[in-house]
C-alpha cells in the first residue's frame, strides 16, 4: 500500500529525516517517537507538503513524489492533523460531508460513508445538526476522523489522535480506531504508545530523525527499551 524508501529530508541545513524507509500494507501501523523526532514531518511529505532531497515514496504501486497533494488525496490518502481543523462554525453533517465534497469517487458513496461513520461513532449521530465547534473535545476529534473517512481512504494517517483527550477517552478512542481498519489502513503517529498498541499490528520507533526499532504490537509491548523510555516501567 505505502513504501517509504530512503528518504532524507532537511529544513535549510538541518537534516531532519536520516535514510528513513518504512511500509504499510493493509493494516495498522504505530509510529512511535518523543517530539522533534521527525513524526509530523514524514507525515508531510506522504502528503507532499514537504519535498524530500532523496529516497522515494510510492503509494498503491504508484509514486507520490511527482504529484501534487490534492492528487494524493485523490488516490486515498486522508490525514487527520494533530490540530483537527474543523469548520467550527458548520454543523457536525456539514463537516461530515465536506470530507467527501471534492473526491470524486466519495461523491457517489456519501451515505455508505456516512453509515459506516456514524457505526465506529454513534455519540455523533445525535449532533448532527449541532455546531462543530461546540463539540468537546472528544467529540470534535471524532468528527475529524469521521470527515476524514468521508473521503473514502484506502488508508486514514492520524497525527497524534490522543493529543489533548482526557485519559478516559483516550481508550475509548483507540478503540474505535481497531474497528476502522476492517475498511482502511492506519499509519497513527502517537506518543500514547500504552494506548496505540492496542489498536496496531505492528509499529516502528522513531528517534532523531532515524526509524530505531521495527516490531509487531505483542514485541513492542515487552521490549525493554519501550517498557523504559515510552510505557515507564
Same mark, same amino acid.
Given at each position: ?7 532524507? =529530508? ?5 537534516? =531532519? ?16 517517537? #518523543? ?21 522515494? @515514496?510510492?503509494?498503491?504501486?504508484? #509514486? ?15 490525514? /487527520?492533523?494533530?490540530?483537527? $481543523? ?10 461530515? *460531508? ?18 459506516? /461513520? ?34 473514502? #481512504?484506502?488508508?486514514? =494517517?492520524?497525527? $497524534? ?5 482526557? #485519559?478516559?477517552? /483516550? ?6 480506531? *481497531? $474497528? @476502522? ?29 532515524? @526509524? ?22
Amino acid at each position: 500500500m505505502l513504501t517509504v524508501s530512503n528518504i532524507n =529530508i532537511f529544513y535549510g541545513k538541518l537534516h =531532519i529525516l536520516w535514510d528513513l524507509s518504512l511500509s504499510v500494507g493493509k493494516e495498522s501501523v504505530g509510529l512511535f517517537g #518523543p517530539n522533534g523526532a521527525g513524526k509530523t514531518t514524514l507525515i508531510n511529505a506522504i502528503l507532499g507538503l514537504v519535498r524530500p532531497a532523496s529516497g522515494e @515514496i510510492q503509494f498503491d504501486g504508484g #509514486p507520490l513524489l511527482s504529484t501534487e497533494t490534492y492528487q494524493r488525496i485523490r488516490r486515498g490518502i486522508s490525514v /487527520v492533523p494533530q490540530e483537527r $481543523e474543523l469548520f467550527p462554525e458548520m454543523t457536525v453533517m456539514e463537516n461530515l *460531508r465536506s470530507g467527501a465534497a471534492y473526491i470524486p469517487k466519495a461523491k457517489g458513496r456519501v451515505q455508505e460513508s456516512l453509515d459506516f /461513520v456514524l457505526g465506529i461513532f454513534p455519540p455523533l449521530r445525535d449532533r448532527l445538526k449541532q455546531q462543530a465547534g461546540t463539540l468537546s473535545g472528544g467529540g470534535q476529534r471524532m468528527l475529524a476522523i469521521g470527515r476524514a473517512l468521508m473521503a473514502d #481512504p484506502k488508508m486514514l =494517517i492520524l497525527d $497524534e489522535p490522543s493529543c489533548g483527550l482526557q #485519559p478516559s477517552l /483516550v481508550s475509548d478512542l483507540f478503540h474505535r480506531l *481497531r $474497528e @476502522i481498519t476492517e475498511k482502511v489502513s492506519l499509519l497513527i503517529a502517537e506518543q500514547n504508545v500504552r494506548q496505540c498498541l492496542k489498536a496496531i499490528d505492528r509499529g516502528y520507533v522513531i528517534e532523531n530523525g532515524k @526509524i530505531v526499532m521495527e516490531q509487531n504490537a505483542r514485541d513492542l509491548a515487552g521490549n525493554d527499551h519501550i517498557r523504559r523510555s515510552y510505557l515507564g516501567l
